[in-house]
C-alpha cells in the first residue's frame, strides 16, 4: 500500500501491473466550462493541518491564466492555477496576498503534479511551508519557509474552493484534460510521489491512506463526476466532458 508523511513511506512492491483506475478524463476547451461541488475549507495552519493535492493535466494553451480548483467568490485567489505564462503552479489561500508558487513547464503535454502544504510551529514563529512536484521531482518552490512569498504563515487560515475549474468570463478559465485529482489530509513523501508518477504512467490510487476527496472522471456519460471517497460529487457545466485521452 502507498503511505503517506509521518513516518509511513512507499513500501516498494510492485506497482507495474497495477491498472489506472479509470480510462477517462476531464476536457475542459475554455469557455465557460467547469465542476462546481459545495464549497469546502482546508486548513492551512502552522499547527500541523497538512494538505497535499495530486492530478494529472495536460493543458492546451499556456497563454492565460489556468484555474485547477478555484473559488466563484473570487477569480484571484482561493485557488490553484498556472500562471499567464504557463511555466510557474500557484497556490492562493483564503487571504489575498497568501500564496506560493513552483517553476514548472509551459508545454501541452500530460504531467504529473503534486502540491503540498506542511504547516508546523505555533504563533510567529510557526512556519507553512509549501512543497511543490512536477513527473515525480521537486521543483524550485517559492513559500514562507523558503522566503519571498507568503502562503499559510499565519493562524487560522483556510484554502476554499467549490469548483474545478473556473467561472465563465474570468478570464481564467483551464484549458485541456485533467485526470486523477485527489485531495490529501496529509503530505505526500518523496517516495510516493515517485511511485505515483511511474515514470509517466498512472497506477491506481484507491489503496492509498490519507485520501479525503478523489475525482476519477470515471463515468464517460452524465452531468456528475462521483467524489470517490469524500462527498463532494462535481456537476459538469459549459463544455466539460469525458474524454478518452489519458496519460500512458
Known amino acids: 500500500m502507498l503511505g503517506l508523511s509521518n513516518g509511513v513511506g512507499y513500501t516498494g512492491e510492485d506497482i507495474s501491473d497495477i491498472t489506472p483506475p479509470s480510462s477517462y478524463s476531464m476536457a475542459f476547451d475554455g ?17 500541523g493541518e497538512d494538505l497535499s493535492i495530486s492530478f494529472w493535466c495536460k493543458r492546451t494553451d ?26 510557474r503552479l500557484y497556490i492562493e489561500g483564503d487571504q489575498n496576498g497568501e500564496y ?8 501541452t503535454n500530460w504531467h504529473h503534479y503534486v502540491v503540498s502544504h506542511l504547516g508546523y510551529g505555533s504563533g510567529s514563529g510557526g512556519i507553512g511551508e509549501v512543497i511543490m512536484y512536477e513527473d515525480g521531482a521537486a521543483v524550485t518552490t517559492c513559500n514562507t519557509a523558503g522566503g ?17 475549474g473556473a ?6 478559465e483551464f484549458k485541456g484534460l485533467l485526470y486523477q485529482l485527489v485531495i490529501f489530509k496529509l503530505v505526500l513523501t518523496d517516495d510516493v510521489v515517485t511511485a505515483m508518477y511511474n515514470g509517466g504512467t498512472p497506477i491506481s ?10 475525482w476519477k472522471f470515471s463515468e464517460n456519460t452524465g452531468s456528475t463526476t462521483a467524489d470517490s471517497v469524500g462527498s463532494l460529487t462535481a456537476t459538469l457545466a459549459g463544455n466539460a466532458a469525458f474524454s478518452e485521452d489519458v496519460p500512458e
Open 31 to 47: 469557455t465557460g466550462d467547469m465542476l462546481t461541488f459545495t464549497e469546502t475549507s482546508f486548513p492551512i495552519e502552522l499547527t
Open 62 to 87: 499556456n497563454n492565460d491564466e489556468a484555474v485547477i480548483l478555484g473559488n466563484s467568490d473570487t477569480a484571484s485567489y482561493k485557488r490553484l492555477n498556472f500562471d499567464s505564462d504557463g511555466d
Open 100 to 107: 506560493a508558487y513552483g517553476a514548472v513547464t509551459a508545454d
Open 148 to 164: 519571498g512569498c507568503n502562503f499559510g504563515n499565519k493562524q487560522d487560515k483556510d484554502f476554499t474552493i467549490n469548483r474545478i
Open 167 to 172: 467561472d465563465s468570463g474570468s478570464g481564467t
Open 205 to 214: 490510487l484507491d489503496n492509498m491512506v490519507g485520501i479525503s476527496h478523489f
